[in-house]
């Protein structure tokens, strides 16, 4: 997260003395109690996650500036979960945590009461990370076929009355184009002024357009498949989660004419959203 240059300077100091250096024996590391320590010596940290990475230890913090004035809860609530998932970390800043890491929960479920340790009505505050999955579907043709414009366009003009068109003016009845798109316009007839007659000149302008067969096959109709139901799946995540694993399932409907995908992301993300108590 961006941090000024001081801050980051404190927070390095303050992972020194809890023994979070170069060289430091990491089974002696106690990392939950260093998370407590960074939380009452920096008053302006919403959150603090420490976790071993290998044989470095990485430190995220997230501080209260961050948030958007407006998703700044006041008044008294709680915390409930914003979909189904099954808990990662529950780190709890104000209120009291009403499930426990492992727990699977479902949307709209209480994560967090608006309490505090003996029993007042606080605003809850708490980051709740879960394991969630999306789902993308696509499908593609193995034979794609599609429409071209080739240039030629060709226009009809009517008078038409009594809804109907009874007179051909120019361009005659039908398009000459085997398949083609039409814009149609419709325009009263004025003769001086706001004379109106109840007749309608009717102008159509038709595009041609070719048709083109595409043999794709099944493989590459597959990759068609998988990449939109990607996009279907990766337009639902938030900005902030982790994508964990993912699982294609391949669809066969028998018909040999279609590949369908379906896609299914596992995400670990912040599930926590707050309401204010009623």
Not at 65 to 83: F, M, R, T
């Amino acid at each position: 997260y961006s941090l000024s240059v001081e801050m980051r300077e404190q927070l390095e100091a303050q992972a020194k003395a809890e023994g979070i250096q170069i060289g430091a024996f990491m089974p002696r590391l106690d990392f939950d109690a260093a998370e407590i320590n960074f939380l009452r010596r920096f008053p302006n940290l919403m959150w603090v996650n420490i976790e071993k990475k290998g044989t470095t230890v990485q430190i995220d913090v997230v501080e209260r500036s961050d948030i958007a004035e407006e998703d700044k809860p006041h008044s008294a609530g709680n915390i409930y979960a914003a979909k189904d998932g099954v808990l990662t970390d529950i780190l709890v800043h104000r209120g009291t945590a009403m499930v426990e890491v492992g727990d699977t929960v479902q949307k709209g479920q209480l994560l967090v009461a608006g309490l505090d340790s003996v029993g007042n009505p606080v605003a809850a505050s708490a980051i709740v990370r879960a394991r969630t999955w999306y789902e993308g579907y696509g499908e593609s043709p193995i034979t794609r076929r599609e429409f071209i414009y080739t240039g030629r366009t060709h226009r009809q003009i009517f008078l038409a009355w009594g809804g109907k068109e009874r007179l051909v003016l120019c361009g005659g009845s039908e398009a000459p184009f085997e398949n083609y798109s039409s814009v149609r316009q419709e325009h009263q007839l004025v003769l001086w002024r706001k004379s109106v007659l109840p007749v309608e000149v009717i102008i159509i302008d038709s595009s041609e357009q070719e048709e083109q067969i595409e043999e794709l096959g099944a493989t590459v109709a597959r990759e068609y498949a998988l990449r939109s139901a990607e996009k279907a799946a990766l337009a639902e995540l938030p900005l902030d989660a982790e994508i964990l694993d993912r699982r294609v399932d391949y669809l066969d409907d028998g018909s040999g004419e279609i590949e369908r995908v379906k896609l299914t992301v596992e995400v670990l993300e912040n599930i926590a959203t707050f309401k204010e108590a009623s």
